[in-house]
């Protein structure tokens, strides 16, 4: 049974990863640092599958694993990044809350993004593709990183904003 | 949401935001539930922005923190992978060999837990669903469970999918643990350890029981610190053998055609020639790879079009990538043997599909029809031409193949290396004219021929080792140079993004 056990743990595991990762990189908006987060969570994911109970959701409880190395981290670097326990908490309860939203969330930013103009598209695709940093993006685009900076504000606030009407129409049909 | 929240969740998002923002916006959340909701769904649209992109980006780059994991406890030690518990007790089962020659040869094809010796020859071990280890000999492996294997010397190339994570691979210096992946390890005689990850990710846990995670594209000698070493990306692929070994196909290619047909889209506007497909509409492309054990020689076609050129990528798994030393300057039969992309296209609307035209050969003595010499079927070789780096195209035309060009002005093409090393991706605009149909190009909603060829050389660029052919008629047989009437259905299609499961395999 442990064999099978084995096997249910790994594919909830591949299955589950993006909410993983997003978790992180949702507390922690650093990409470089959410990526190191990402790679010590998946390690103590595997450290301890046998404690994991199959009856439990995987996502809570991995997201909670995640949640303790991202608190860790920000309490050994407090810069402006960090958030204090209390906050850091609040959100990581109110998204696990969530998760259900969010995962509907997700598949509509897909249509979303179908809406957007291709030259829009592709600057999301490059700036959040990048080898480099955001100035090589916006040297390569021809802007500043500053107007780099502003359309890409925009371009979220279209996308959370085309979202959350679709989110809403679906819930009206 | 009010503007001071949103700007300093930016400011965040963006490493800007100052000691004083943090402050403000902690104080802004702490109590306000729409407003810790308004951060949730926006952050997690970041971080889905981000996920969709993050496999863009070389796993080198993805974090340039120390790739240590600092984990010398005596408990990680002693726990070392938990995965270890529970041996199942079973073992492999024996899928297939190539010229495989045991110390004493397995009596069955299953494999229970125990030593087997490999003296040579390729056998390839089915372990767990989802597992498939290639073991070159000379090897010795120790089947320990479906999921635990030991490789004490040889080589192993391990394939894991997702249903599969979670097997490891114990070798003299460390042991590996798959997430779900593809990676070799290489075992010398004194035990000196290789391990490289061609694709996804792998956990390493070296003898004094610290692990590192590799991603694809890296490679380390595992000692009591894992040494990153220069990814060598044919060190464990099982290379083709060439048309002159009595082990391989000869000049036959190494695949069974998986599509009939091809699919081209209109082409989007401002696609910029640099080897980058990710401005493309992919929609059409169709993936196809050689047959086992060459899976890893690998083809990802797509085409589109206007009213004035044809764009052509492709993205080649190829263990020696853009090495040709074949010269467009200097005449050749083969343009494209020391690596190349080739088309075989029929751009005659009034002709549709199948193509006809046979070559010399095939008409056994009748004399030629206007079909057999029109200029409206090429053949294209694309090539990248090492040592000017440079993106070379052949044409000839007919079935009589007349009219050689070699480089003509009016292509543009560019060739990208990938970055785990193992293939290129290439990218071409051709304009109609040089297929001659610059009067009359093909539209929306044709149906005419065309056939994809993929040809892999030697290291040194200068011989082909292999072939793969697609896109073909099921219904004709014989060789696509002889009989025009073999190549695929090329459909263009009148407006992009195609549906999902437009593309199907035959």
């Given at each position: 049974m442990d064999r099978k056990r084995h096997a249910?743990?790994?594919?909830?595991?591949?299955?589950?990863?993006?909410?993983?990762?997003?978790?992180?990189?949702?507390?922690?908006?650093?990409?470089?640092?959410?990526?190191?987060?990402?790679?010590?969570?998946?390690?103590?994911?595997?450290?301890?599958?046998?404690?994991?109970?199959?009856?439990?959701?995987?996502?809570?409880?991995?997201?909670?694993?995640?949640?303790?190395?991202?608190?860790?981290?920000?309490?050994?670097?407090?810069?402006?990044?960090?958030?204090?326990?209390?906050?850091?908490?609040?959100?990581?309860?109110?998204?696990?809350?969530?998760?259900?939203?969010?995962?509907?969330?997700?598949?509509?930013?897909?249509?979303?993004?179908?809406?957007?103009?291709?030259?829009?598209?592709?600057?999301?695709?490059?700036?959040?593709?990048?080898?480099?940093?955001?100035?090589?993006?916006?040297?390569?685009?021809?802007?500043?990183?500053?107007?780099?900076?502003?359309?890409?504000?925009?371009?979220?606030?279209?996308?959370?904003?085309?979202?959350?009407?679709?989110?809403?129409?679906?819930?009206?049909? | 949401m009010n503007d001071e929240l949103r700007d300093l969740v930016d400011a965040r998002l963006e490493g800007t935001l100052t000691p004083e923002g943090r402050a403000r916006l902690e104080e802004l959340l702490r109590n306000d539930p729409a407003a810790q909701d308004w951060v949730v769904t926006y952050t997690d649209l970041h971080a889905s922005l981000q996920w969709e992109r993050r496999d863009a980006i070389p796993p080198r780059r993805r974090h340039w923190a120390r790739p240590w994991i600092a984990a010398a406890s005596a408990a990680t030690i002693l726990i070392g992978l938990v995965l270890a518990v529970g041996r199942s007790g079973e073992g492999a089962r024996l899928a297939r060999t190539v010229d495989a020659e045991w110390v004493r040869a397995p009596e069955s094809a299953a494999l229970p837990p125990g030593l087997y010796l490999l003296r040579r020859g390729i056998a390839e071990l089915a372990f767990d669903p989802g597992v498939v280890v290639l073991l070159e000999g000379p090897a010795e492996i120790e089947i320990r469970s479906g999921r635990r294997a030991a490789v004490r010397r040889g080589k192993a190339r391990c394939r894991v999918a997702p249903s599969g994570a979670g097997f490891v691979l114990e070798t003299p210096r460390g042991e590996v643990l798959d997430l779900g992946t593809e990676f070799g390890v290489a075992v010398s005689d004194d035990g000196r350890t290789d391990l490289q990850v061609h694709e996804g990710e792998v956990i390493a846990t070296l003898e004094g029981g610290s692990k590192q995670r590799l991603l694809g594209g890296q490679a380390v000698r595992l000692e009591t610190a894992a040494r990153e070493v220069p990814f060598q990306p044919d060190r464990f692929v099982r290379v083709l053998p060439g048309p002159e070994d009595p082990s391989g196909r000869g000049s036959r290619p190494y695949n069974a055609p998986r599509f009939d047909e091809v699919h081209l889209v209109p082409a989007l506007p401002g696609v910029v020639i640099d080897g980058d497909l990710s401005?493309?509409?992919?929609?059409?492309?169709?993936?196809?790879?050689?047959?086992?054990?060459?899976?890893?020689?690998?083809?990802?076609?797509?085409?589109?079009?206007?009213?004035?050129?044809?764009?052509?990528?492709?993205?080649?798994?190829?263990?020696?990538?853009?090495?040709?030393?074949?010269?467009?300057?200097?005449?050749?039969?083969?343009?494209?043997?020391?690596?190349?992309?080739?088309?075989?296209?029929?751009?005659?609307?009034?002709?549709?599909?199948?193509?006809?035209?046979?070559?010399?050969?095939?008409?056994?003595?009748?004399?030629?029809?206007?079909?057999?010499?029109?200029?409206?079927?090429?053949?294209?070789?694309?090539?990248?031409?090492?040592?000017?780096?440079?993106?070379?195209?052949?044409?000839r035309h007919g079935m009589d193949f007349h009219g050689v060009r070699v480089n003509p002005p009016g292509y543009r093409g560019a060739f990208r290396r990938l970055p785990s090393g193992e293939g290129y991706t290439l990218e071409y605009a051709i304009p109609w004219s040089l297929l001659h149909a610059d009067d009359d190009p093909p539209r929306a909603g044709d149906v005419l021929g065309a056939t994809w060829l993929v040809h892999w050389s030697d290291p040194a660029g200068k011989t082909w080792k292999g072939q793969l052919i697609d896109g073909v008629n099921p219904a004709e047989h014989g060789w696509n140079f002889h009989n025009a009437a073999t190549w695929g259905r090329a459909i263009y299609h009148p407006g992009g993004r195609l549906a999902p499961g437009t593309v199907r395999p035959r």
């Amino acid at each position: 049974m442990d064999r099978k056990r084995h096997a249910q743990f790994a594919e909830l595991f591949v299955r589950n990863q993006n909410r993983v990762y997003r978790y992180i990189l949702s507390l922690i908006p650093d990409r470089v640092q959410a990526e190191d987060l990402f790679q010590q969570t998946s390690l103590t994911l595997w450290e301890t599958w046998e404690r994991y109970d199959p009856g439990q959701d995987f996502v809570r409880w991995a997201c909670g694993i995640a949640h303790n190395h991202v608190r860790n981290h920000f309490r050994k670097r407090p810069g402006p990044l960090a958030l204090s326990d209390d906050v850091l908490d609040r959100l990581g309860r109110r998204r696990l809350e969530q998760d259900g939203v969010l995962e509907d969330r997700r598949r509509l930013l897909e249509s979303c993004l179908a809406e957007l103009p291709e030259r829009h598209r592709l600057l999301i695709d490059r700036a959040y593709g990048a080898f480099g940093t955001m100035d090589d993006v916006a040297r390569e685009e021809g802007r500043t990183p500053n107007a780099l900076y502003k359309l890409l504000r925009r371009l979220r606030a279209v996308l959370h904003e085309c979202v959350g009407r679709k989110l809403a129409l679906e819930r009206q049909a | 949401m009010n503007d001071e929240l949103r700007d300093l969740v930016d400011a965040r998002l963006e490493g800007t935001l100052t000691p004083e923002g943090r402050a403000r916006l902690e104080e802004l959340l702490r109590n306000d539930p729409a407003a810790q909701d308004w951060v949730v769904t926006y952050t997690d649209l970041h971080a889905s922005l981000q996920w969709e992109r993050r496999d863009a980006i070389p796993p080198r780059r993805r974090h340039w923190a120390r790739p240590w994991i600092a984990a010398a406890s005596a408990a990680t030690i002693l726990i070392g992978l938990v995965l270890a518990v529970g041996r199942s007790g079973e073992g492999a089962r024996l899928a297939r060999t190539v010229d495989a020659e045991w110390v004493r040869a397995p009596e069955s094809a299953a494999l229970p837990p125990g030593l087997y010796l490999l003296r040579r020859g390729i056998a390839e071990l089915a372990f767990d669903p989802g597992v498939v280890v290639l073991l070159e000999g000379p090897a010795e492996i120790e089947i320990r469970s479906g999921r635990r294997a030991a490789v004490r010397r040889g080589k192993a190339r391990c394939r894991v999918a997702p249903s599969g994570a979670g097997f490891v691979l114990e070798t003299p210096r460390g042991e590996v643990l798959d997430l779900g992946t593809e990676f070799g390890v290489a075992v010398s005689d004194d035990g000196r350890t290789d391990l490289q990850v061609h694709e996804g990710e792998v956990i390493a846990t070296l003898e004094g029981g610290s692990k590192q995670r590799l991603l694809g594209g890296q490679a380390v000698r595992l000692e009591t610190a894992a040494r990153e070493v220069p990814f060598q990306p044919d060190r464990f692929v099982r290379v083709l053998p060439g048309p002159e070994d009595p082990s391989g196909r000869g000049s036959r290619p190494y695949n069974a055609p998986r599509f009939d047909e091809v699919h081209l889209v209109p082409a989007l506007p401002g696609v910029v020639i640099d080897g980058d497909l990710s401005d493309w509409d992919l929609s059409g492309r169709f993936k196809t790879a050689c047959d086992p054990p060459f899976e890893s020689y690998a083809l990802e076609g797509a085409m589109m079009y206007d009213d004035r050129f044809l764009y052509v990528g492709a993205r080649v798994a190829d263990p020696f990538p853009m090495r040709s030393r074949i010269s467009p300057a200097i005449e050749s039969d083969i343009y494209g043997r020391g690596g190349s992309v080739a088309l075989r296209i029929a751009a005659d609307r009034r002709m549709g599909w199948p193509a006809r035209g046979l070559a010399e050969d095939a008409r056994k003595g009748r004399p030629a029809t206007p079909e057999d010499v029109s200029d409206k079927l090429s053949f294209v070789v694309l090539w990248y031409y090492a040592p000017e780096d440079r993106a070379c195209i052949f044409l000839r035309h007919g079935m009589d193949f007349h009219g050689v060009r070699v480089n003509p002005p009016g292509y543009r093409g560019a060739f990208r290396r990938l970055p785990s090393g193992e293939g290129y991706t290439l990218e071409y605009a051709i304009p109609w004219s040089l297929l001659h149909a610059d009067d009359d190009p093909p539209r929306a909603g044709d149906v005419l021929g065309a056939t994809w060829l993929v040809h892999w050389s030697d290291p040194a660029g200068k011989t082909w080792k292999g072939q793969l052919i697609d896109g073909v008629n099921p219904a004709e047989h014989g060789w696509n140079f002889h009989n025009a009437a073999t190549w695929g259905r090329a459909i263009y299609h009148p407006g992009g993004r195609l549906a999902p499961g437009t593309v199907r395999p035959r």
